[in-house]
């Protein structure tokens, strides 16, 4: 986590030291705030340093909390595919504001809905991550309050964030003028809020609502500067950049200070580049699909004839699942307010158009598997079917996970 010396560090946070489990949320910071804080460490993840000792409480809390130590799923009369987790409904779907469309990196549908709560008066505010006006690869949390807002924001940041640092100051907000918000974070940000609404009604209340969409990891920072590097060009040189949007899948593009732009399309940014730079919690990641969110969008990909997704820019259509029984009812209002169109769905079909979640869920087993047989400490996952997943998988493939694992634990400097 950092190799700066750290007072009474948590058993909790110990524990994620020790197994490199951090997602960077920032979960831990606003539970201890003050003596937790996050900081960029290298190669460029998001750390917690703790910078004073944690109560017993404190500790408790962030070993409930901390998605890199585990999370519990139950599907409370739900479907519940083995990949896919509990659900209410599903459909593929699109703003149908074509900026928003535009903007968005699959369809827009996340973005609209945002605007939609705001519009409807289901929360007054979003609390969502946006490009930092600091470091152009770079993200921030921002709140936004109004349709140009989200606009700006739309679009997928392929980078750290940590969304939940910032959480008492949004509590404070709650308490003194009864401010809800929308959160919208990665899978693992979800997870983290959504025991610490369980845990605190004063958190649920302030946050009523809580979005996500389909991750396949967080790359460091120097996996941006990597693909700068590829378009020819560096941090000095870059204005700002865009990971994807302005178009689907769109294209990571970077603008020099002089308004010239140099773009790679998303199979080179993401496929060639980004996913080689993703942080070792990812590759053991048991929910990159926001199973602990009311609402959750992704890539709808066309299929060639072999079933893997077709890059080619197009009109973005994403897939939007409704997790709870909020989310289902708010996808509805936003439909039949006209904020989105959405088409009938059959999830039978998303292993063939999410290949990389469905190998990733599939591999997991024999890669804990591994991790554990290591004496490495791993997350402790419940109700979220990782046999089932692995039984799926032919045997071959899961010794190969299991093999790549163990040898990469055992070289920790290729890690």
């Not at 750290?160 to 404070?172: E, F, H, K, V, Y």
């Not at 693909?227 to 000095?236: E, H, I, Q, R, Y």
Request: include cysteine; charged fraction near 20%.
């Amino acid at each position: 986590m950092t190799d700066t010396p750290q007072p009474d560090q948590s058993p909790a946070l110990a524990r994620v030291a020790r197994g490199d489990l951090c997602a960077g949320c920032g979960g831990c910071a606003a539970l201890a705030p003050g003596k937790v804080t996050m900081a960029v460490q290298a190669p460029g993840y998001l750390r917690p340093v703790v910078t004073a000792a944690l109560s017993a409480e404190e500790d408790t809390a962030i070993a409930a909390v901390c998605p890199g130590l585990g999370q519990k799923v139950s599907a409370d009369g739900r479907p519940d595919p083995v990949l896919w987790g509990p659900y209410r409904t599903v459909n593929t779907g699109w703003a149908n504001d074509p900026e928003i469309r535009f903007s968005g990196a699959s369809g827009g549908a996340l973005s609209m809905m945002l605007v939609h709560l705001l519009d409807s008066g289901t929360v007054d505010a979003v609390v969502q991550t946006a490009a930092s006006p600091d470091l152009a690869i770079g993200n921030a949390t921002v709140i936004t309050a109004d349709a140009d807002g989200i606009t700006r924001a739309a679009g997928s940041r392929y980078a750290p964030s940590a969304p939940l640092s910032d959480l008492p100051a949004r509590l404070a907000e709650h308490a003194a003028t009864g401010r809800r918000f929308a959160f919208v974070g990665k899978p693992c940000d979800a997870v983290a809020l959504r025991a610490m609404c369980a845990r605190d009604p004063q958190v649920a209340a302030a946050f009523p609502v809580i979005l996500s969409f389909f991750c396949a990891g967080v790359p460091s920072h120097a996996g941006g500067a990597a693909v700068l590097a590829a378009l020819g060009t560096d941090l000095p040189a870059t204005a700002s950049f865009r990971f994807r949007g302005n178009g689907w899948p769109g294209k990571a593009t970077a603008r020099a200070h002089d308004g010239t732009e140099r773009a790679m399309s998303y199979h080179d940014s993401w496929g060639k580049i980004l996913s080689k730079h993703v942080q070792h919690r990812c590759k053991i990641c048991a929910d990159g699909t926001g199973v602990a969110a009311d609402i959750v969008c992704a890539d709808a990909w066309e299929s060639d004839t072999a079933g893997y997704p077709v890059f080619e820019e197009a009109d973005g259509v994403s897939l939007i699942m409704a997790r709870t029984d909020l989310g289902a009812r708010l996808v509805a209002g936003a439909r039949d307010a006209g904020r989105i169109t959405t088409e009938p769905f059959d999830i039978a079909t998303l292993d063939a158009i999410q290949p990389g979640q469905r190998e990733r869920r599939r591999a997991l087993f024999a890669r804990l598997l591994a991790l554990r047989l290591t004496g490495m400490p791993v997350p402790r996952y419940q109700g979220l079917q990782i046999g089932a997943a692995a039984r799926q998988n032919p045997m071959a493939r899961n010794l190969k996970n299991f093999l790549g694992t163990l040898r990469r634990r055992l070289r920790p400097a290729k890690r």
